[in-house]
T-cell receptor
Framework: DAGITQSPRYKITETGRQVTLMCHQT?????MFWYRQDLGHGLRLIYY???????DKGEVPDGYVVSRSKTENFPLTLESATRSQTSVYFC????????????FGEGSRLTVL | QKEVEQDPGPLSVPEGAIVSLNCTYS??????FMWYRQYSRKGPELLMY????GNKEDGRFTAQVDKSSKYISLFIRDSQPSDSATYLC???????????FGAGTRLFVKA
């Protein structure tokens, strides 16, 4: 199906474990983004990518790693999960330019025990 | 101070009421202003989009931007229970790739 899909939708892990959240889009959008959503903070940008092999930090990048070897995929890795990384993570994509609409996935709800 | 301030609510109104949602911002470089709607356990979806100052109307929804006051608003007329959701304001500047979001306002419309 066309669109943007995230997996897993729900994940429970323990402190110190590595976790990877997957994001796949079928539109061939240039830009892809990872946001986390926490009560009282809204959506905060973690990392973004302007094209394959081009990534840059957002507002809250510490503790996260991203890669983008293919245009359609943009995985987010928590190298050593901490409780403060318990959150809902949203992947988004859009076409180029500053005015483009963001298209969001359904979110990945991560709990770190 | 956050770049974008939005009262998180919750805001509870009776069906048929006019709803006013607002955001203030500090970065005068912002030129693109958006409202996203997010239903529970779903991703946000674009509701309204405005470039620079002015009003835009789409059915029961009206978006207003006052750049001189750094203030944006979303009005919902004849609110319906199906409008119950979180509304997030968002904005970015010319040439800016990063969209900045407000905290979101939770709206409940009671039947």
């Amino acid at each position: 199906d066309a669109g943007i899909t995230q997996s897993p939708r729900y994940k429970i892990t323990e402190t110190g474990r590595q976790v990877t959240l997957m994001c796949h889009q079928t539109w061939s959008h240039s830009y892809m983004f990872w946001y986390r959503q926490d009560l009282g903070h809204g959506l905060r940008l973690i990392y973004y990518s302007a094209a394959a092999d081009i990534t840059d930090k957002g507002e809250v990048p510490d503790g996260y790693v991203v890669s983008r070897s293919k245009t359609e995929n943009f995985p987010l890795t928590l190298e050593s999960a901490t409780r403060s990384q318990t959150s809902v993570y949203f992947c988004a994509s859009r076409t180029g330019g500053s005015s483009g609409e963001l298209f969001f996935g359904e979110g990945s709800r991560l709990t770190v025990l | 101070q956050k770049e974008v301030e939005q009262d998180p609510g919750p805001l509870s109104v009776p069906e048929g009421a006019i709803v006013s949602l607002n955001c203030t911002y500090s970065n005068s470089a912002f030129q693109y202003f958006m409202w996203y709607r997010q239903y529970s356990r779903k991703g946000p979806e674009l509701l309204m989009y405005t470039y620079s100052s002015g009003n835009k109307e789409d059915g029961r929804f009206t978006a207003q931007v006052d750049k001189s006051s750094k203030y944006i608003s979303l009005f919902i007329r004849d609110s319906q229970p199906s409008d119950s959701a979180t509304y997030l304001c968002a904005m970015n500047g010319a040439g800016g790739f990063k969209t900045i979001f407000g905290a979101g306002t939770r709206l409940f419309v009671k039947a």
